[in-house]
């Protein structure tokens, strides 16, 4: 099967590389050249727009920015509609607004086109692992089609029946990611000025029931206060961050840790580190001690 894969960041080259070490063909678009080019050169087919990758694939998954990135792939000039290609599958990995995303998957039912909703659960750097979950929702025909592919990509899928259900899901495990991270930082501070060497502290926390899947992934790059190449962006983190707290707004759910760590994170970007890995917030609580790494 040829897969298309529009948006080529951290995420979508990641999964388009295990595509092609699978098997599949890989057809992309990004509006990034610099993005197709590394495409190419993993052994991606290159097209020019979303609805020549749309002619060219049964199945279809977009890793977009933004709401009107999403808007644009699918109504926009050269956009997934323009194909008119009745009983494909697009599936949605982005992390976006459950009612910009419902919105599409209208549009697209108009034509015969089914859009599933299937945000991912981990990082970039898992996704070069295949150690991503895929939280999927909507028509299960759909998905039915589409499960070959995500198996290709990811450790796990999790079905979650109505359309909706797997960003609903994305918003709650998203929630934990970005309490996690600050915990891990404001712990690895704490050790650090205490005295502990900080490889220590992450392999020590690590064995014993403080521990999380997050500190895993990101205490040793705060150890090592290796921020770059980032597996997430602080910047694109506080889009993700701005949906779960609309969310949890709309259903009158208090969410006061959640709603703590937002600061850090704002701080981190008024440091100049949006385009940094998440884990840099450890860099704002390492000011707000007093503590100066070498």
């Known amino acids: 099967m040829k897969v298309g894969v529009i948006g080529i960041g951290i995420m979508g080259s990641a999964i388009a590389r295990n595509l092609i070490a699978a098997g599949s063909g890989v057809a992309g678009f990004d509006i990034d050249k610099d993005r197709l080019e590394a495409l190419r050169s993993a052994g991606g087919e290159v097209l020019g727009s979303a609805e020549e990758v749309a002619r060219a694939c049964e199945v279809v998954l977009t890793s977009l920015p933004s709401a009107a990135a999403l808007d644009e792939t699918v109504a ?40 599933l909703d299937c945000p991912l659960s981990g990082t970039g750097a898992q996704a070069v692992t295949r150690d991503l979950a895929v939280y999927a929702s909507g028509d299960a025909a759909a998905f039915d089609r ?100 609309s969310f949890a707004a709309a259903l009158g759910v ?34 707000m001690a007093g503590l100066e790494r070498g």
């Open 146 to 245: 589409a499960s070959p592919v995500f198996a290709q990509f990811a450790r796990v899928t999790h079905f979650l029946g109505t359309f909706g259900n797997g960003s609903k899901m994305k918003f709650v495990a998203n929630l934990l990611v970005a309490i996690h991270n600050v915990a891990t930082a404001e712990a690895m501070v704490l050790g650090i000025k205490a005295g502990l060497a900080p490889e220590t502290i992450r392999e020590v926390i690590a064995s014993g029931a403080g521990t999380s899947r997050v500190f895993e992934l990101r205490a040793p790059l705060m150890a090592a206060r290796r921020y770059e190449p980032p597996s997430m962006k602080i910047d694109v983190w506080q889009k993700d961050m701005a949906v779960i707290g």
């Open 76 to 115: 926009g000039p050269r956009g997934l509609l323009s194909a008119r290609r009745k009983g494909q599958v697009i599936a949605e990995l982005s992390t976006l607004p459950i009612e910009v995303k419902e919105r599409n998957r209208a549009a697209l039912e108009e034509a015969g086109i089914a859009l």
């Open 254 to 287: 208090a969410t006061p840790l959640f709603s703590a760590s937002a600061p850090v994170y704002n701080a981190a970007i008024g440091l100049g580190l949006g385009g940094k890995d998440t884990a840099a917030v450890c860099t704002v609580l390492e000011r």
